[in-house]
T-cell receptor, first 116, second 113 residues
Framework: DVKVTQSSRYLVKRTGEKVFLECVQDMDHENMFWYRQDPGLGLRLIYFSYDVKMKEKGDIPEGYSVSREKKERFSLILESASTNQTSMYLC???????????????FGPGTRLTVT | QKEVEQDPGPLSVPEGAIVSLNCTYSNSAFQYFMWYRQYSRKGPELLMYTYSSGNKEDGRFTAQVDKSSKYISLFIRDSQPSDSATYLCAMSAGGTSYGKLTFGQGTILTVHP
């Protein structure tokens, strides 16, 4: 069974703090993704990584950075947390091919981050 | 304009009803269409997948894709309380996109006994 775990289910931080969200997958997947999920906006891609130390910006990278030092671990960093970053953060890894060019993503349970 | 539009609902139906969930999209490059289901306090899980236009059936679930109209649907027959969840459509252009998905806003479905 594929497992994607996230370090915290709930997190409360203060404005201006540096925040680290950790994600680990146990299936040796190459591609990993960070999304945020907000009511009425769905899942929006923040960053993704296609290999160790390789990353690409998604649709909403502003205010975030990422780190991938090991294949199984992908970290999302909020350099200086702001209240508009209060959200649910979901990590995913790209799993098996459904057909040529399409892949299933496996998601972690999410981290509910509140910035006060 | 968002690339993928999905009616967020919420949708509340009685047990046994037929449910129709829909998404429209604007990017002609999308070739792969998926539906994910997300239970409360869980991450999304893949429910169904289709490639290009056509229908696909899996038990009580039917996914339809009409590429000419840029419209996809998920039908749930004989809906059950256990179907209560958020349903997210997702799309991919395939190719060298690294498996990136573009999601709709999600529709919250409640099936009451």
């Amino acid at each position: 069974d594929v497992k994607v775990t996230q370090s915290s289910r709930y997190l409360v931080k203060r404005t201006g703090e540096k925040v680290f969200l950790e994600c680990v997958q146990d299936m040796d997947h190459e591609n990993m993704f960070w999304y945020r999920q907000d009511p009425g906006l769905g899942l929006r891609l923040i960053y993704f990584s296609y290999d160790v130390k390789m990353k690409e910006k998604g649709d909403i990278p502003e205010g975030y950075s990422v780190s991938r030092e090991k294949k199984e671990r992908f970290s999302l960093i909020l350099e200086s947390a702001s209240t508009n970053q209060t959200s649910m953060y979901l990590c995913a890894s790209r799993g098996k091919a459904l057909s040529r060019g399409a892949y299933e993503q496996y998601f972690g349970p999410g981290t509910r981050l509140t910035v006060t | 304009q968002k690339e993928v539009e999905q009616d967020p609902g919420p949708l509340s139906v009685p047990e046994g009803a037929i449910v129709s969930l829909n998404c429209t999209y604007s990017n002609s490059a999308f070739q792969y269409f998926m539906w994910y289901r997300q239970y409360s306090r869980k991450g999304p899980e893949l429910l169904m997948y289709t490639y290009s236009s056509g229908n696909k059936e899996d038990g009580r679930f039917t996914a339809q894709v009409d590429k000419s109209s840029k419209y996809i649907s998920l039908f749930i027959r004989d809906s059950q309380p256990s179907d209560s969840a958020t349903y997210l459509c997702a799309m991919s252009a395939g190719g060298t996109s690294y498996g990136k998905l573009t999601f709709g806003q999600g529709t919250i479905l409640t099936v009451h006994p």
